[in-house]
C-alpha cells in the first residue's frame, strides 16, 4: 500500500478580509477554513454569494466583495490560466463533450475509467480510456487539466 501524505494547496484571499493574501491549506479544506485564515470579514463585506463549505483548490481565488459592490458572474475560483480548461478528474459527462472528438460514448469511457482505475495523474494518462488514441489525445491535450 502506498503512502499518501496530506497535499497542500495555495489559495489567494483577496477583498473585505481582515489580512488578505496566500493561504496554504490542505487539501479538502473548506473555502470557510481559508476566509478563517484571512483574519474573517471585514464589517463592510458581503459575504452571502460565498459557498462557504466549498473544497478549496490549488490556485484558487476567493474574492470578498464589499457590501453594495458589484462583481461580475464568474466563478470564484477562475483564474485566467486554469479557467477554460476542462479538469479530467472532475469534469461531468457534459464539460466532457465541449471537447473536440468527445462524443457521449467516450465522455462515459473517461467517467468509468476514472471510477474504475482512480483519478489521472497526468494527462497522457487519458490515452489508457478506451477509444482515445495519440491523435485524439494530442487535440486535447492544451484543453484538458489534472488537478
Not at 501524505?5 to 491549506?25: C, R, S
Not at 490556485?59 to 470564484?76: C, D, F, K, Q, S
Request: no cysteine; glycine share 8%.
Amino acid at each position: 500500500m502506498e503512502y499518501e501524505e496530506d497535499l497542500v494547496v495555495f489559495v489567494e484571499v483577496k477583498g473585505a478580509v481582515t489580512k488578505p493574501g496566500v493561504y496554504e491549506l490542505s487539501e479538502g479544506d473548506r473555502v470557510l477554513n481559508a476566509i478563517e485564515m484571512a483574519g474573517g470579514y471585514l464589517v463592510s463585506s458581503n459575504s452571502k454569494h460565498i459557498n462557504h463549505a466549498e473544497r478549496v483548490k490549488d490556485e484558487m481565488v476567493i474574492y470578498v466583495p464589499e457590501e453594495g459592490e458589484v462583481v461580475e458572474e464568474t466563478p470564484l475560483d477562475s483564474n485566467s490560466t486554469q479557467s477554460s480548461l476542462v479538469n479530467i478528474n472532475s469534469a461531468d459527462a457534459t464539460a466532457l463533450t465541449t471537447l473536440p472528438g468527445i462524443g457521449a460514448a467516450k465522455a462515459e469511457a473517461i467517467i468509468t475509467h476514472r471510477e474504475q482505475s482512480g483519478a489521472f495523474k497526468e494527462k497522457q494518462d487519458l490515452m489508457k480510456v478506451s477509444g482515445i488514441g495519440q491523435k485524439t489525445f494530442e487535440k486535447l491535450e492544451p484543453l484538458i487539466s489534472v488537478k
